[in-house]
């Protein structure tokens, strides 16, 4: 890893669509350990380290920085891996990152989710003197206090705690100057991004009431508030912004819908939400998530190819209904007449010469509507 850059993570398909997540002052990437896996199954997740902090070289701030600086670099980071527009998830000062590129790039800011975090951070002084003891002392002071700051009465992190002990006092003394200017509440109307707003209940840091004006300043934003939570509740309670992000992430049931409606065409969709009943409300919202937001939403292969896919696997499997609905699909998806008999004639051979006679019935009876 170059030292020019921020040092970040990598995790999920290059092909899946890329999220950015920023860590808290005094935390790593490590702060994301039980929620980055998980959206990684969806998105090309690239978590990333603070100056100072975590494997980053501390010289690439220095006293005096902004937050313009850090969302410089998390763009320069950005720009090294070829990624023109990213979703973003910050805490702390990692979400201040993220207002910040809201505002200043919002050309590369697709969605934002901003955790714990706030559009000021009470003011210069505090920071000032914490920026000034931390060079004077170093970080042994604040480590003490970790726990209390960061969490509810009994639950810790010991790797957090720890990476607090391991930054570089004079990175993050810099890291404090940055968070003292910081304030962007005449700019939050500016934004335009897609906004998720999460706050932790009993965090003193940034409390609710911060995250509140977040949400009433961006037209359209959604606020969440966890209960039991304090300042690191990516940490604490990992399950719960977990179901905000994905609610918030573009791999939903939304997106989804908006698939299975190409895909399968407007009567079929409509038709089958009419049937829905409370007992099978949770498949059908199983289906638009999982299978048409995810699966069906990768670009790996074409609409085409998972048309040939589908087909196939309902062959081999007798599923004779499932396939008359893709075989109309397969048409909405550009394969001809021609192209489908062909998939059928190649699954005779390898699915077995019964299931592609059943199929054969099906298919014609389907593309015999079309002259209808």
């Not at 023109?84 to 590369?108: K, N």
């Not at 975090?117 to 920071?127: E, I, Q, R």
């Not at 299975?260 to 289906?287: K, M, Y």
């Amino acid at each position: 890893m170059t030292e020019k850059l921020l040092n970040f993570r990598a995790e999920g398909p290059d092909s899946a669509p890329p999220l950015l997540l920023g860590p808290s002052l005094g935390t790593s990437y490590a702060l994301w350990d039980k929620v980055a896996p998980e959206l990684s199954v969806t998105h090309r997740v690239i978590r990333w380290d603070l100056p100072g902090h975590g494997g980053s070289a501390p010289g690439l701030i220095g006293p005096g920085a902004s937050v313009g600086d850090l969302a410089n670099l998390v763009l320069a980071l950005a720009d090294s891996l070829g990624i023109e527009q990213f979703v973003y998830a910050g805490v702390s000062l990692g979400g201040a990152v993220g207002l910040h590129l809201a505002v200043h790039h919002p050309e590369r800011v697709a969605s934002l989710a901003v955790i714990c975090s706030s559009a000021h951070f009470n003011g210069a002084k505090p920071w000032e003197e914490r920026a000034a003891r931390v060079r004077r002392e170093g970080l042994g002071w604040l480590v003490e206090s970790a726990d209390s700051r960061w969490f509810t009465p009994g639950f810790t992190v010991p790797e957090l705690v720890a990476d607090q002990g391991a930054a570089d006092p004079a990175a993050y003394a810099a890291c404090c100057d940055a968070l003292a200017a910081f304030d962007l509440r005449s700019r939050l109307s500016e934004i335009r991004a897609r906004t998720l707003v999460i706050a932790g209940r009993e965090d003193p840091a940034t409390p609710p009431a911060h995250l509140r004006e977040i949400a009433d300043a961006v037209a359209g934003s959604a606020l969440v508030e966890i209960p039991g939570a304090s300042h690191l509740a990516v940490a604490e309670c990992p399950s719960a912004v977990l179901s905000a992000l994905r609610a918030h992430l573009g791999g939903g049931a939304r997106l989804g819908m908006a698939v299975r409606r190409e895909v399968l065409g407007d009567a079929h969709v409509e038709g089958a939400q009419a049937r829905q009943t409370p007992f099978t409300a949770r498949f059908q919202d199983f289906i638009s998530r999982y299978a048409w937001g995810e699966i069906w939403t990768d670009p790996t292969l074409s609409r085409r190819e998972r048309s040939m896919v589908t087909l196939t696997a309902l062959i081999a499997r007798g599923h004779d209904d499932e396939l008359a609905m893709h075989v109309r699909a397969a048409r909405r998806n550009g394969l001809t007449a021609e192209e489908i008999g062909a998939v059928l004639m190649q699954s005779a051979v390898y699915c077995g010469v019964p299931a592609a006679n059943s199929a054969f019935a099906v298919a014609q009876r389907v593309l015999g509507e079309e002259g209808d």
